[in-house]
């Protein structure tokens, strides 16, 4: 079962960029391409201001400052008083920590009333961090800023939350777990761990960064054992669910593919618009990396498929089955159904160990269940898809929201072995979240 606390909510927080700039270059920058020219590397103060407007009354509690590195924003000080003015309760800082080697300005940063501060630290040891961020001299600042937060914090009696961010690549895998443990020695226990994503300078620096997971899972679980000790807690941020097996409760809440949608909403906006046959960032080495590359295939087929005629088969969630099954069962015996399973609730997964008890007409078909769920029962197995829609208008957050609800299906490695591995999709993540793979079990031949 998952973790009581997520770390993050979808509709608690709000991402606030300030700058398209940064004073690193680091070799896997997911921001590059969106770096700007001297006039326009920082968003005004007014517009800055008008975003914090823009989002004051909604749910949002707590706001997210990056960049680029934020801290270069000759206005930073005043956004962070701006939003505390605004209402949100919580206020973090994202940044590299180099400027906070400048004692003065971390202090008033500190006293701008920053909540939480994360540092993003990709090695411990000099020759790999700079190798990482291209600039010289950059460790020993970004180190000297970093004690100096922490000096200050206990002077504060630590009431700034600190943590570290760790973007996982070929040059620092073999060693993050001794980064981890360097950072535990001075007091910081919680980590993200975050995937490379093919964006940016990783495309142009690709063979030297990334690297196949099936390769390194050893080493990663080695990494997550980690936070079998209470003290830390260590997330991971895009990484593939499909390896995480017997780490099911360390799966990244799906909700924050809005942001990632969000982030990308321009490429997907103008595919629609154009009725595009794939989208502009399509890269046959780009997108097997992505880890929204099931959302775009799936979006993708959507714009293929916008006049299509819908299928006329009777569909019935499995708990409406189940709730007046004889009756069902005797109506529509010889008619075309579809059983589909519902968006995850713990009702829902208990509904899934009814179905073996019923021997359903070999008409009928069953909706995002894994075959291994079934029994004996031998029907077809269909996957929901983005055409049930109504889709003449692109709306993204409705399309996310049924994505996440009731797709994003994903199996473990195990399922690789299954006879119906290559029709069988999985289920929605969610389920395995909560249930684990080992709901899963692969049928092989002899069975």
């Known amino acids: 079962m998952i973790k009581q606390k997520e770390k993050t909510k979808k509709l608690d927080v709000f991402w606030l960029r300030l700058t398209y700039t940064c004073n690193n270059s680091c070799i896997f920058c997911l921001d590059y391409e969106n770096q700007k020219d001297e006039n326009e590397k920082f968003i005004t103060l007014r517009q800055i201001k008008k975003n914090i407007e823009r ?42 920590g180099r400027m906070f080697y400048y004692k003065k300005f971390l202090n008033e940063i500190i006293k ?94 690709k063979d030297i960064l990334f690297f196949e997971y099936p ?38 809440n799906p909700e924050k593919l809005f942001d990632e949608i969000r982030g990308r909403q321009k490429i997907f906006k103008s595919a629609w618009r154009n009725k595009s046959t794939k989208l502009e960032c399509y890269s046959e080495s780009r997108c097997p990396r992505c880890y929204i590359k099931d959302f775009c295939d799936n979006y993708m087929n959507l714009i293929c498929r916008r006049k299509e005629k819908k299928d006329d088969s009777i569909e019935l969630s499995l708990n409406e089955f189940l709730n007046k ?43 995002n269940i894994p075959y291994c769920l079934l029994g004996a029962n031998k029907n077809k197995v269909i996957f929901d898809d983005f055409s049930k829609l109504k889709n003449k208008r692109l709306n993204l957050e409705k399309l996310t929201k049924f994505y996440i609800d009731n797709m994003n299906f994903v199996k473990p490695f195990k399922c690789q072995k299954c006879q119906y591995n290559n029709n069988c999709k999985g289920i929605n993540l969610n389920f395995i979240r909560n249930l684990s793979y080992k709901i899963l079990k692969p049928i092989t031949e002899d069975e």
């Open 215 to 252: 390769d390194k899972i050893k080493l990663i679980k080695s990494i997550l054992n980690l936070n079998k000790d209470p003290k830390f807690h260590i997330w991971l941020n895009r990484f593939p669910p499909r390896f995480l097996e017997g780490y099911e409760y360390m799966i990244q």
């Open 112 to 205: 701008s009333g920053i909540d939480e501060i994360t540092i993003s630290f990709h090695s411990h040891i000099p020759s790999i961090y700079e190798e990482l961020t291209d600039v010289k001299g950059s460790y020993l600042q970004a180190l000297q800023g970093f004690k100096n937060l922490l000096k200050l914090n206990a002077r504060l009696k630590n009431k700034i939350i600190i943590n570290i961010d760790i973007v996982i690549n070929k040059l620092n895998l073999s060693h993050i777990k001794e980064t981890i443990l360097f950072f535990a020695k001075h007091g910081i226990y919680e980590f993200d761990l975050l995937s490379v994503m093919p964006f940016g300078r990783a495309m142009i620096n």
């Open 55 to 96: 989002v004051r009354n909604k749910s949002n509690k707590k706001i997210v400052l990056s960049g680029g590195e934020p801290t270069l924003h000759p206005q930073v000080l005043d956004v962070i008083k701006y939003a505390k003015k605004q209402g949100f309760a919580k206020i973090q800082l994202i940044s590299n």
């Open 325 to 367: 099954f004889d009756y069902y069962l005797k109506k529509y015996k010889n008619k075309k159904i579809i059983i589909y399973l519902d968006k995850f609730s713990f009702a829902e997964s208990n509904n899934l160990k009814k179905i073996k008890k019923f021997k359903f007409p070999i008409k009928w078909q069953f909706k």
